[in-house]
């Protein structure tokens, strides 16, 4: 499945509520990142607190471009909980953290205006 980037593409194809109800997109702290030098593209190995239901969970995100690793520790992000995890090479992804492109491509996390409890669902 391609995903298109473009802010100019028409939107995806209509799906039901039931449907959007099956991606569980949560809140969660970011306790570490680290560079992810074996990735075939420029990312970072994230470890991500979601609370006491869902736990600590891996992450792979490229999003170099934007973030630094000392940025990216103690902020909030959003992703999505309930995809199966991925093998990026020796690191397994439990998670897809979420973000929007810039104007050039690069990722912008996706984070709450507010403060919320970690493990929050997304509606």
Not at 30 to 36: D, G, K, N, Q, R
Not at 90 to 100: I, Y
């Amino acid at each position: 499945m391609h995903i298109n980037h473009d802010p100019a593409a028409p939107a995806a194809d209509l799906i039901s509520f039931d449907d959007f109800l099956k991606v569980d997109i949560r809140v969660g702290r970011v306790l570490s990142a680290e560079l992810f030098p074996e990735a075939r593209k420029p990312a970072y190995k994230l470890l991500i607190d979601f609370g006491p239901s869902i736990g600590c969970k891996r992450s792979s995100a490229q999003i170099t471009e934007r973030y630094q690793p000392d940025m990216l520790v103690g902020r909030t992000i959003a992703a999505v909980v309930n995809f199966p995890p991925r093998q990026i090479g020796k690191f397994v992804s439990d998670v897809l953290t979420l973000g929007f492109p810039d104007e050039n491509g690069c990722v912008v996390l996706f984070e709450p205006d507010f403060q919320v409890p970690i493990g929050g669902r997304l509606f």
